[in-house]
């Protein structure tokens, strides 16, 4: 079973912000999209973002740059995905791609009805799948004293 989804394309003038850079609500799109291929292809199922995480910006994305999102399932529960996404793009002159945003994404299968479904399990192998597996750990420990001090603003 596939882990990793691999998208690659060049950001258009319609991605375009006010600073002539491609604008960060369309990198988000393509964070979710991603995300979205990878959790359904892990999953054989229909997935549901349910949270996205620590988004960080590096740096701009340039118009008519090649843009690549990786997308990597890092952690299962038994109906979520944790999945690690790294954007990055490159001056279509060069060969070398540069990391510009990094975030997790959480998706959730669910069946027709939209009810969780069960998801198979990820089992890290080399040592780098489980230092990300760890990480996702450690972030959603992170998360729960997160949405503790949140609470009382909900």
């Known amino acids: 079973m596939q882990n990793k989804t691999v998208f690659q394309f060049i950001s258009e003038p319609s991605d375009v912000n006010y600073g002539g850079n491609v604008h ?3 990198v ?5 999209q991603a995300g979205y291929a ?5 999953s054989s199922s229909y997935c549901v973002t349910v949270y996205v995480g620590g988004i960080r910006f590096y ?5 008519g740059h090649i843009v690549k999102v990786e ?24 060969k070398d791609f540069e990391k510009k945003t990094h975030c997790i994404i959480v998706f959730v ?17 080399t040592e780098q ?3 990300m597996e760890h ?20």
């Open 24 to 26: 960060g609500g369309s």
């Open 28 to 32: 988000m799109k393509w964070i979710d």
């Open 38 to 42: 990878c959790g359904s292809s892990w």
């Open 59 to 63: 740096s701009p994305i340039k118009i």
């Open 71 to 94: 997308a990597e399932v890092i952690y299962t529960g038994k109906t979520s995905m944790h999945i690690a996404i790294n954007v990055f793009s490159r001056n279509i002159k060069r």
């Open 109 to 125: 299968a669910v069946d027709d009805e939209g009810n969780s479904v069960e998801v198979p399990k990820f089992n890290p192998v």
């Open 129 to 131: 799948e489980k230092q």
């Open 135 to 154: 990480y996702a750990i450690k972030l959603m420990d992170l998360r729960k004293k997160i949405e503790d001090e949140m609470k009382p603003f909900m």
